[in-house]
């Protein structure tokens, strides 16, 4: 059990799980269609994970990622990836209760995460997964409501927005190990300068959208601010030096504010 709970990819799991308890509270979803809503949600995120890391484990294994469960050999691929499966089926299940419009956006969006796993993820559109996936993801929440409805544009743009920079962000860290087994994505073939440029760009963008696309309050300004200095700072720090794990932090804190940003609004 600690083996494939460590392959599912635990950190953002728990991410991606509690800010969709934040956007169904948010959003008003009744307490009994809520926890359906976040079990349905973290159940998809294990299908995810799992599914990543048996794909890739002999790739893992071929650069020396012994911490990672499968490459260290502490559980199978096989097992991994059936595990995966029956997650996945059981996401859309928990979600069947909420109504045939979060299944139909559960489901598209765990198809897109697991074509980025099964070999997207090496090609110049690795980022489109990420875009089709958060931009759907608010409308978990409003499509948990009574009445189901999709979420403002503004939010799923800044959704969109949001996954986008996850990726190019993300990727950063492992291009190196990437290059060694023949991954080229996207933020491959830009570059690790590039993409975290993209990456902070496309953050302070959303959070701009989610500035117009609501009344503009006192909060929402400072939200507002806060993306853009720390995005602007990680674009600043990335020219002075090489990426590193100051870059990254610095990123993700701005996608986290817009995380937050968005559920505030």
Excluded at 236 to 251: E, I, K, M
């Amino acid at each position: 059990m600690r083996a494939l709970w460590g392959a599912t990819h635990p950190g953002p799991t728990l991410v991606v799980t509690v800010l969709s308890l934040a956007l169904g509270v948010a959003a008003g979803v009744e307490p009994a269609r809520l926890a359906l809503l976040v079990a349905a949600v973290f159940a998809g995120q294990v299908s995810v994970g799992l599914s990543n890391d048996a794909i890739d484990g002999a790739r893992d294994a071929a650069v020396g990622r012994t911490d990672k469960p499968i490459a260290g050999g502490a559980i199978t691929p096989e097992r991994a990836l059936a595990v995966a499966v029956a997650s996945a089926i059981l996401a859309v299940v928990l979600s069947a209760p909420l109504g045939p419009g979060l299944v139909a956006a559960h489901a598209v969006a765990l198809a897109s995460a697991w074509a980025y796993n099964a070999g997207l993820k090496s090609t110049p559109f690795s980022i489109a997964p990420f875009v089709l996936s958060f931009g759907l993801f608010p409308s978990f929440a409003t499509l948990s409501t009574l009445p189901p409805v999709l979420a403002a544009p503004w939010a799923s743009v800044a959704g969109a927005a949001l996954g986008a920079a996850v990726h190019l962000t993300n990727v950063v860290r492992d291009l190196d190990d990437d290059r060694r087994t023949g991954v080229r994505g996207l933020p491959h073939r830009l570059g690790a300068r590039a993409s975290v440029v993209l990456a902070a760009c496309g953050i302070a963008a959303g959070a701009l959208v989610v500035l117009f696309g609501t009344d503009a309050t006192v909060v929402g300004v400072l939200f507002f601010a806060a993306v853009t200095v720390v995005a602007v700072a990680a674009v600043v720090l990335v020219f002075v030096r090489s990426p590193g794990r100051a870059v990254f932090q610095l990123t993700m804190l701005a996608a986290l504010l817009l995380a937050v940003q968005l559920v505030v609004a």
